[in-house]
């Protein structure tokens, strides 16, 4: 007896260490969590899911404790072989538990009512415009007020609402960036608002949340959110791209404009216009490439050029058909449009 009682210890043990092991990997890097939140919408669902969590919590205590004590009071017991007493019906108790349960119900919808109308309320007269348009599979961002479009990464200040409007040009996507806010489809033939406030400065990472194809899993996107100044200062390199360094001229420029890549995308203050593919101006700023897929360096920018379908599968840009000095020179000059 008293081996096999250790033998059952050790084994709880040996579960509870397995438990641990998998909960504490849980809590290290993870960029996409609502428990940490830094911005206002994600900050008031959070504060409404806590305590929604320990009520549930509550009630799963109430009535998994009802059902143990029921099994050890009323279990079999030796020699105790009649059928118990038959009731049916307790007025009492039908009241109690129609009414206990209609009691908690209305307590969460007005808890979440009020976060509802919270979180819908209208931007404030200051709020930075945003259109964002889902692609497959990556996201373009307009600033209207601004006149810059960029793709992928997207730059706010901090304290101050963004004001968004979101499209897409092929299927549903789905807008989230999980420390920031809440979600919201990008439905074709549609657009739909959103705000939020980030509340602290950092980079955080979005992510497409509506299946919408191949590579849905790798349509990712970064936000920046920084001081009004950085915004003023980021504002102010996009505008100013490409920089005199870099005009269409060079080598890699006349690539880009003559073996395909103006077909697509689109760099300003140049001639190359394209409107399919992410817009390229500023692009040596941006910190990944393939919509959030690998970083931007020059060895992933080139393998990226060479075959993008090796990078990203399912990825619509075509490989060139460019040789490696090509492909050199179209790296040079893409990052050093910044
Ligand atoms: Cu776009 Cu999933």
């Not at 961002?141 to 730059?155: D, K, M, S, V, W």
Request: charge should be negative.
């Amino acid at each position: 007896m008293r081996i096999q009682a250790d033998s059952v210890r050790a084994k709880l043990k040996g579960v509870l260490a397995i438990a641990l092991a998998v909960s504490i990997a849980g809590c290290g890097d993870v960029p996409q969590t609502i428990m940490d939140p830094a911005g206002d919408n994600a900050r008031t669902t959070l504060d409404l899911f806590v305590p929604i969590l320990w009520l549930s919590f509550a009630i799963f205590i109430g009535v998994e404790g009802f059902i143990v004590y029921s099994m050890i009071r009323f279990r079999y017991r030796k020699g105790n072989d009649g059928i118990p007493v038959q009731t049916h019906g307790n007025t009492k108790l039908e009241l109690l538990w129609t009414a206990i349960p209609a009691v908690i119900v209305v307590i969460l919808a007005v808890m979440t009512f009020r976060v509802i109308a919270v979180q819908a309320a209208e931007p404030a007269p200051d709020a930075v415009q945003v259109e964002v348009v889902g692609n497959q599979w990556w996201w373009e961002f307009y600033y209207p007020e601004l006149g810059i479009t960029t793709a992928n990464e997207l730059y706010l200040p901090v304290g101050r609402d963004a004001a968004f409007t979101l499209k897409s040009n092929d299927v549903i996507h789905s807008f989230w960036f999980p420390r920031i806010s809440g979600k919201m489809d990008m439905v074709p033939g549609r657009t739909n608002k959103m705000r939020f406030r980030p509340e602290k400065t950092g980079e955080y990472d979005g992510q497409c949340t509506e299946f919408c194809g191949f590579a849905h899993a790798e349509m990712q996107m970064r936000l920046f959110v920084v001081e009004q100044e950085g915004f003023d200062a980021w504002v102010a390199r996009q505008k100013a791209s490409p920089s005199p360094s870099t005009q269409i001229a060079t080598r890699g420029g006349e690539l880009v404009r003559t073996r395909g890549c103006a077909a697509c995308h689109a760099i300003a203050g140049t001639d190359v216009q394209g409107q399919i593919g992410p817009e390229l101006t500023a692009f040596g700023l941006r910190t990944t490439i393939g919509a959030g897929l690998v970083e931007n360096t020059d060895e992933n920018l080139a393998a990226w050029i060479r075959n993008p379908e090796a990078v990203k599968p399912g990825v619509k840009m075509p490989a060139l058909g460019l040789n490696d000095e090509e492909i050199a020179a179209v790296v040079s000059y893409l990052k050093e449009l910044k």
